[in-house]
C-alpha cells in the first residue's frame, strides 16, 4: 500500500511564496504519473501539475503555469510544488496525487490511485 503525506502549507499573503512537499512511502513506490490537485471551498477537485516520475514531463494548469514549478526527487521519493506569486484564488486545500500506470490525460481525479490527506494553503492579506 502507498501512502502520500503533504507538507508545507500555511496562510501567506498575496505575491508571497510556498513549497509543498509529499512524501511517498510503500513497499515498492514506482508511480507512472504524481500529481498536485487542489479543492477551493464548494468547489470540484481541480488539477493543478503533474510529472511523469520517470523522465520528468511536465505539465500544468494555464493559470498557475508561469508561477508553480513541480519537480520530484526520485531517490526521496518526494514530490514538491513551489508556488511563487501566490493569488487569493490559489487558496485551497492541495492533495497530491500518485498513478500506477497510464490512464489517460492524468489531468482528472479518476485517474490516480492514491491520494494524500492534504495540505491547506490560503493566500490572504
Known amino acids: 500500500q502507498v501512502q502520500l503525506v503533504e507538507s508545507g502549507g500555511g496562510l501567506v499573503q498575496p505575491g508571497g511564496s510556498l513549497r509543498l512537499s509529499c512524501v511517498a512511502s510503500?513497499?515498492?513506490?514506482?508511480?507512472?504519473?504524481m500529481g498536485w490537485f487542489r479543492q477551493a471551498p464548494g468547489k470540484e477537485r481541480e488539477f493543478v501539475s503533474a510529472i511523469k516520475w520517470s523522465g520528468g514531463s511536465v505539465y500544468y494548469e494555464d493559470s498557475v503555469k508561469v508561477r508553480f514549478t513541480i519537480s520530484r526527487n526520485s531517490a526521496k521519493n518526494t514530490l514538491y510544488l513551489r508556488m511563487n506569486s501566490l493569488k487569493p484564488e490559489d487558496t485551497g486545500v492541495y492533495y497530491c496525487a500518485a498513478a500506477r500506470g497510464p490512464n489517460g490525460s492524468m489531468k482528472t481525479p479518476v485517474e490516480y490511485d492514491y491520494w494524500g490527506q492534504g495540505a491547506q494553503v490560503t493566500v490572504s492579506s
Open positions: 510503500g513497499r515498492t513506490f514506482s508511480p507512472y504519473f
